[in-house]
T-cell receptor, first 116, second 115 residues
Framework: EPEVTQTPSHQVTQMGQEVILRCVPI?????FYWYRQILGQKVEFLVS????????KSEIFDDQFSVERPDGSNFTLKIRSTKLEDSAMYFC??????????????FGPGTRLTVL | GDSVTQMEGPVTLSEEAFLTINCTYT??????LFWYVQYPGEGLQLLLK?????DKGSNKGFEATYRKETTSFHLEKGSVQVSDSAVYFC??????????????FGAGTRLAVHP
């Protein structure tokens, strides 16, 4: 069964460093998402992406964050200058269409980011 | 804005016990409602969904009914197994202020089932 994959599973970085989290969505999917979960808190929406541009972003997704689909398979989340509060589990998801609420988002296993 | 509230865990049950995990929501418009499950070391998997009032979603013995009058979407299973041990997330999408296709999640409820 097709699945969303994410690498690395765990990333440790120093405060102020740039990190890139990588995702490979399901191959025929057109909509891509990033969510994060700070330990002990809710899963929060960060950004959605369609047709090579951001379709929606949350207030969390400030200028330190960016997303890119550099080729036909990868979808990346870059954090330019990491802060301690960026430590969280980051989930990538994809959906076949963006038909709003009736479409199903498939999630990857997550990347745990630890900022020291 | 739109939000989801779940009962706090952990919920600890013996095998074959009845499970209820409460979920209520606040939303404008007509959201769709979802239950996702996260098994240890894995990502979030869709368990079931309901897209309009009075719909019942079901999968793997789990059920939830979209109750607009009580703004609830409680998850139930008649007889849990050890393999159901996981974290369960209630979520909504599509309310007017919730954004058209982003998911808004509850805090998650950890279920532990003992033999």
């Amino acid at each position: 069964e097709p699945e969303v994959t994410q690498t690395p599973s765990h990333q440790v970085t120093q405060m102020g460093q740039e990190v890139i989290l990588r995702c490979v969505p399901i191959s025929n999917h057109l909509y891509f998402y990033w969510y994060r979960q700070i330990l002990g808190q809710k899963v929060e929406f960060l950004v959605s992406f369609y047709n090579n541009e951001i379709s929606e972003k949350s207030e969390i997704f400030d200028d330190q964050f960016s997303v890119e689909r550099p080729d036909g398979s990868n979808f990346t989340l870059k954090i330019r200058s990491t802060k301690l509060e960026d430590s969280a589990m980051y989930f990538c998801a994809s959906s076949e269409t963006g038909r709003g609420a009736t479409d199903t988002q498939y999630f990857g296993p997550g990347t745990r980011l630890t900022v020291l | 804005g739109d939000s989801v509230t779940q009962m706090e865990g952990p919920v600890t049950l013996s095998e074959e016990a009845f499970l209820t995990i409460n979920c209520t929501y606040t939303a404008t418009g007509y959201p769709s409602l979802f239950w996702y499950v996260q098994y240890p070391g894995e990502g979030l998997q869709l368990l079931l969904k309901a897209t309009k009032a009075d719909d019942k979603g079901s999968n793997k013995g789990f059920e939830a009914t979209y109750r607009k009058e009580t703004t609830s979407f409680h998850l139930e299973k008649g007889s849990v197994q050890v393999s159901d041990s996981a974290v369960y997330f209630c979520a909504l999408s599509g309310g007017f202020s919730g954004g058209y296709n982003k998911l808004i999640f509850g805090a998650g409820t950890r279920l532990a089932v003992h033999p």
